[in-house]
């Protein structure tokens, strides 16, 4: 894993455990949902960020082996040696999948928010906006229906 896809993974698996919460738990995630939110839009710029960022890498590299004829060897055999291989860059599917798995979790915990009545729909489309994360009508047309639970 790449830390542009683990950071990405780490803030889904903790957004996805706020939809699960009690409400007077999940009270306390919303009071610092423009934390949350500000987290999620960070990691969506390292995701969108990361090929340029790779180009760089890529470039400083293949500069630094050919200024320096710098070579790679096996232990067993030190007389076998090659250039230094190009790095690995991570397969842009992986990229969007860990990206879309992060919009998904937290368009779910906006949702699960105005469900319980914590943020109003214009505060959801506001933050789905941001994030450039699609809004269901119809589950949006559900939570309207839908009296707040009070069982805390």
Known sequence: MAYSVDIANILAGQIGKFTTLNRHQLSGQVANLDFWLAEVR?????LDDYGP?????????????????????????PELTWSAEPPRRIPYTELQQ????????TYGFL????????????R?????????????PVELKDCSRRPARQRD
């Open 53 to 77: 960022r790779f180009e760089r890498l890529k470039a400083a590299h293949k500069e630094h082996v050919q200024k320096h004829k710098t070579v790679e060897f096996d232990l067993q055999e």
């Open 42 to 46: 960070h990691c969506l710029a390292v």
């Open 98 to 105: 860990a990206r879309r798995a992060l919009c998904d979790v």
């Open 124 to 136: 959801l489309r506001q933050a789905c906006t941001e994030l450039e994360v699609g809004i269901d």
């Open 111 to 122: 949702v699960r928010c105005l469900r319980e009545r914590f943020i109003t729909e214009s």
